[in-house]
């Protein structure tokens, strides 16, 4: 062959050329793709199950069962579950990221996202964005359950508001961890078990269900770790008072420190997996 | 650099499996290769490499001369690809579909919107546009797939097995898409497990087996190859069965056989002896309930180049 340049590509039709790199792709994609995940939440309602009716059966069973042995009154109790249930139910939706994201990795979409010119992270990061649905319903399921029954916000809207934000963005961090077991295992059964493991202690090995000083030494020190049990006794600071200040620090440190070592690894293992 | 692809010597192994043993592929600019071979030949591995998913173990692979591993995402921008499962999202619409993936590939929400409208009108999907694509019947899904892989104008389709699992009017749509495609000047890769399909769409072919090629060429010189296309014919009267066998051999100048009960078969080198096998058979006044030409199948294009049938049971791994 004596060609060296190769002929244009002729097109028939005048057709606009190729679309070009613009700047933020990552922040572009990630929200497309976020969007995408949003699309797919509302067209399949009946996933929101878990974060809508579960919660409320929760909140209804430990109330009228417990609340009178705990507490000595079911409105006392009320007003002392309802805003670590609301960081239980949270931080419980945080799994269904990795469920979801394993299940989507064997259909063919996720072929052609890879063969985009695409960050590899977007697809994962617009995932766990597009999930943020999940722990909002999850809040307003529990808000209106509670209000109906009878729970009274004691600090005010701001303060609430500011639990809300501080238990949402620390399931967001959480989530990278679910997000990697969505990686590396290979059936959504097992991303779900293993999951769910890790969630009992860290959502049960806490003061939700009763004041931590009534637990065992042993637990009592998991509890003063666990940073989900810093996050429930924050938000019932934020929501019926009471110290705040500590707990807060124990749940950005903790959350961050999560966000750091789960994010690349799960896109490290994003990667890999083939 | 002549060469839309290309391909040298790739390695790809999984554990102890050996999918890919030193594969070569090439082909020129504006052409269509297929890649023939049967299940667990490799095909896949192959243009997952090329459509950089995978990186291969050994061996290098470009793409309009860019290298798949080092330059990925500039490869990226060129290609467009179509899996073995239509890789569409089920929940998404139509035009969600194909907007999300303009939106991927840096079009603004209304280029993106106009490129969508455009395609799915292209691909008969207008109507279909605003149902969730679970709706979709098989052949309006893989038109759908088809239509993704375009939003971003690429030089060089990745198709692989695009036909598997569709019925044969649907099939014909694909095969009118490619075609469309290739007169637009761009460069198609074509996996596909049928000699037929191979046939009406490849400039050139492409036979591998056990991740590596066993032989290329045009489909006429592959055909010459395998010894041709086979005449078949089955007599009204199976008591003229000996007669028609007789005119057959007559014509090839090569033993007939019978591989199932009534029927007499024949390889022949060109369409004109099927002429002949015709005029002859009516001459010696021998009606016929069958007769036709086919295509040798893989497994005999398998058999002429190494000697062994392709057990799709023993080479899928």
């Not at chain 2, 391909?7 to 192994?13: C, H, N, T, Y």
């Not at chain 2, 005029?279 to 199948?297: K, Y």
Request: glycine content about 10%; proline content about 5%.
């Amino acid at each position: 062959m004596t060609t060296t340049v190769i002929p244009p590509v002729q097109k028939t039709k005048a057709t606009p050329t190729r679309p070009q790199p613009r700047p933020f792709a990552l922040v572009r994609h990630s929200l497309a793709l976020a969007r995408r995940s949003l699309i797919k939440t509302i067209r399949t309602p009946e996933q929101l199950l878990d974060v809508t009716l579960q919660p409320i059966i929760f909140v209804v069973l430990f109330v009228f069962l417990l609340g009178g042995a705990i507490a000595g009154d079911t409105h006392e109790y009320l007003q002392f579950l309802l805003p670590a249930i609301l960081v239980q139910t949270v931080v419980f939706a945080s799994v269904a990221t990795g469920v979801s994201l394993n299940t989507d990795l064997k259909k063919g979409v996720f072929d052609r996202f890879r063969s985009l010119p695409i960050g590899r992270s977007a697809p994962l990061i617009g995932s766990v964005l597009g999930d943020l649905i999940r722990y909002v319903v999850a809040t307003l399921s529990l808000t209106i359950c509670g209000l109906v029954l009878g729970f009274q916000l004691v600090t005010g809207i701001l303060p609430a508001l500011a639990a809300v934000v501080m238990t949402i963005g620390f399931a967001f961090c959480l989530s990278w961890a679910f997000v990697l077991l969505g990686m590396v295992l290979r059936e959504p059964g097992a991303v779900q078990g293993v999951a769910f493991l890790t969630m009992f202690p860290l959502t049960f090995g806490t003061g939700m269900m009763a004041p931590s000083d009534t637990l065992p030494g042993w637990l009592q020190a998991w509890v003063k770790v666990n940073p989900v049990a810093h996050a429930m006794e924050a938000a019932r600071g934020l929501m019926i008072g009471g110290p705040v200040a500590t707990h807060l620090v124990w749940v950005v440190a903790w959350g961050l420190g999560l966000l750091a070592l789960f994010a690349p690894l799960a896109v490290r293992a994003y990667r890999r997996r083939t | 650099m002549e060469y839309a692809f290309e391909a040298r010597g790739l390695v790809k192994r999984y554990g102890k499996t050996t999918a890919l043993a030193g594969l070569d592929l090439s082909v020129r600019q504006g052409s269509v290769l297929g890649v023939l071979g049967p299940n667990g030949a490799g095909k896949t591995t192959a243009v997952r490499i090329l459509a950089t998913l995978l990186r291969p173990d050994e061996g290098r692979a470009f793409v309009g001369g860019l290298d798949v591993v080092k330059d990925a995402a500039k490869v990226r921008r060129q290609i467009g690809l179509t899996g073995q499962y239509a890789s569409v999202d089920e929940d998404l619409t139509g035009i969600q579909n194909l907007v999300l993936i303009g939106q991927l590939l840096d079009l603004r929400k209304s280029e993106a919107q106009a490129r969508a409208t455009e395609l799915l009108s292209e691909f008969g999907l207008a109507e279909a546009g605003a149902r969730q694509a679970k709706t979709y019947s098989g052949g309006m899904r893989r038109r759908l797939d088809l239509a993704a892989s375009l939003v971003g104008r690429p030089d060089v389709i990745f198709l692989d097995e695009p036909t598997t699992g569709l019925d044969p009017s649907k099939r014909d749509d694909v095969w009118n898409i490619v075609r469309g495609l290739v007169a637009d000047g761009v460069t198609v890769l074509l996996t596909t497990q049928y000699l037929e399909e191979a046939d009406a769409l490849a400039d050139e072919i492409t036979v591998i087996d056990h991740g590596r090629s066993i032989a290329h060429g045009t489909p006429a010189e592959l055909k010459r190859i395998v010894g041709g296309q086979t005449v078949i014919a089955r007599p009204a009267d199976p008591a003229r069965l000996a007669e028609a066998e007789a005119i057959l051999t007559g014509v090839s100048g090569r033993p007939a056989e019978s591989p199932s009960r009534g029927v007499v078969s024949v390889p022949v080198d060109g369409d004109t002896q099927f002429t002949e096998v015709v005029a002859r058979l009516a001459q010696a006044g021998i009606s016929v309930t069958e007769l036709s030409l086919r295509l040798p199948s893989l497994d005999e294009v398998f058999f002429t180049l190494t000697g062994e049938r392709s057990t799709d049971e023993s080479a899928a791994a």
